[in-house]
């Protein structure tokens, strides 16, 4: 939550929609007192038990009414101007439905994430990649990584909503993806 404390964009048009999926270890005080404290409002939700990402993912969703929507891990680490950067995707590239940063692997060597992934067998995985800026430039993609997306609103009500066949988590991201593509969104 700190890393949000220092997003560089205007404070009023900015609502936290959290789901706590059923812990025990405090997080629900916690939520409570930030609730009532953070520079931004925030909405927690709780859930009884942990009922995966999908389906916590889709009351905050219905909750809001903002024309973008941004879905954020919880281990995540933002730049202060994050939001602002993946806005201005959306002014550039019309038809955009979602768009998503580089991630980078929280290390000391800066390793861009999930370079060594290896999906099909037929894909021949590369070492572990370090990041010297080959990758910052703006491209249509049909996958991006799910802990940090900025999303139209409207994708939701065209593509539906995160599957819960898919709790407790994933695969949720790259099926919804496939139904934002379907739709001639394009994914950046």
């Keep these: 939550m700190n890393c949000l404390l220092k997003t560089d964009y205007p404070s009023e048009k900015l609502k936290i929609y959290i789901t706590d999926n059923g812990s025990n270890d405090g997080t ?4 409570n007192d930030l609730s ?3 520079i931004f409002q925030v909405f927690p939700e709780f859930l009884k038990i942990n009922s995966g ?3 916590g993912l889709s009351p905050l969703i219905l ?3 903002a024309e973008l929507v941004a879905m954020l891990d ?3 680490t933002l730049p202060s101007n994050w939001l602002k950067e993946l ?4 002014s550039k590239r019309p038809y955009c439905g979602m768009t998503a940063p580089k991630i980078l692997n929280d290390n000391s060597v800066n390793t861009i994430q999930n370079s060594d992934f290896q999906m099909l067998p037929s894909y021949q995985a590369h070492e572990i990649e370090l990041d010297n800026g080959q990758a910052n430039y703006i491209s249509r993609t049909s996958h991006i990584r799910g802990c940090c997306n900025l999303y139209q609103r409207d994708v939701f009500s065209n593509c539906g909503l995160f599957d819960i066949k898919f709790s407790p988590s994933q695969f949720d991201d790259p099926d919804h ?5 379907a739709r001639s969104y394009e994914i950046i």
Excluded at 177 to 181: E, F, M, P, T, Y
């Design 74 to 76: 919880d281990d995540i």
């Design 53 to 55: 990402v999908p389906y």
């Design 63 to 65: 909750q809001g009414s």
């Design 177 to 181: 993806q496939i139904a934002v593509l």
């Design 36 to 38: 009532k404290n953070f």
């Design 87 to 90: 806005v201005k995707i959306f």
């Design 28 to 31: 629900l005080e916690y939520l």
